[in-house]
């Protein structure tokens, strides 16, 4: 019997430190990681998230022509090749099963279990095995976020996923998903309205980590990541069961081949905790008040 890889998927909302975290975990010589692999068909067809960086891998190149990339999906790459778990995000079924994590695992495992998510599963099962065979590595970090993919994941072959629920001050995230969307002139973010969406998108997460419960998840904070990187990476290797490691100073691109991330990745930048977000609720006092509330939840 082939030897079992293990996946170590994190689980947070956008703009929640993924990208540190998951870089963070690709300087161990045990680890190779992908980045965000529910948007490599994207990367592959140019579509969605990935414009600012023309939907590259890490390294500078399309994905079919990135050397690592292309030997991965070489055998895999067919018409009916899909990546991301489909589900129903905004649906009411979704809303009311946010407000009771505890009994929403029917509903959800209900919305993975389709024709198509079986496919997408089936492809990430031969993702992860190509992945492993081309880099050597037995352990492969996935930053995709999704918890509806981390479900999905469970359900791969010869796969032991390990979880990573990596949590952020709801403020902060709220701020930094404004921020953007100012910056990508997509849309116009109100602060209420977001920060409404943020605690829905993070009762999600719970109760989809609910759902694991067979599995071995752990808890993991932005802001203690950022403010005490060792004691947080010695936390995350002895759950692994990784060799310890030096936590980087800095986060940056060597070698990778990643998919996805912030754009922020691309440049040279120390560890630190982003606090821009503080100057901004000292403006909106009741808003602030709202998301130390829902930090709660």
């Known amino acids: 019997m082939a030897e079992k890889i293990t996946v170590i998927y994190i689980i947070s909302d956008r703009r929640s430190g993924s990208t540190l975290l998951e870089n963070m975990l690709s300087k161990s010589e045990e680890i190779i990681s992908v980045g965000e692999l529910a948007m490599l068909k994207g990367h592959i067809n140019k579509q969605g998230s990935g414009a600012l960086w023309n939907w590259n891998c890490s390294c500078g190149k399309p994905v079919l022509e990135c050397e690592f990339w292309s030997e991965v999906i070489n055998d895999i ?82 796969i032991t996923p390990k979880y990573i629920w990596l949590k952020r001050d709801t403020r902060a995230i709220t701020y930094s998903k404004i921020k953007r969307a100012k910056i990508n002139k997509s849309s116009h973010k109100r602060g209420l309205r977001t920060l409404a969406a943020t605690l829905f998108f993070k009762n999600i997460c719970a109760s989809a980590i609910h759902c694991l419960k067979k599995y071995s998840t752990l808890n993991i904070s932005y802001e203690a990541l950022a403010a005490n990187p060792q004691q947080e990476l010695d936390k995350i290797c002895n759950y692994i069961g990784l060799k310890n490691y030096t936590a980087p100073d800095y986060m940056e691109l060597s070698n990778d081949h990643t998919i996805g991330g912030t754009p922020g990745r691309f440049e040279r930048r120390p560890v630190a905790e982003d606090t821009t977000w503080k100057n901004f609720y000292s403006r909106k006092p009741i808003l602030n008040l709202l998301g130390k509330f829902a930090n709660r939840f």
């Open 77 to 158: 790459y067919d018409d009916n090749f899909q990546t991301k778990i489909k589900w129903p995000f905004k649906s009411a079924k979704i809303t009311v099963t946010s407000f009771f994590p505890k009994s929403s695992c029917k509903t959800l495992w209900k919305f993975i279990s389709t024709r198509k998510n079986f496919s997408t599963i089936n492809t990430l099962n031969e993702i992860y095995q190509s992945v492993s065979n081309s880099s050597s590595k037995k352990i492969i970090v996935d930053s995709s976020k999704d918890p509806m993919q981390a479900l999905a994941i469970s359900k791969c072959k010869n």
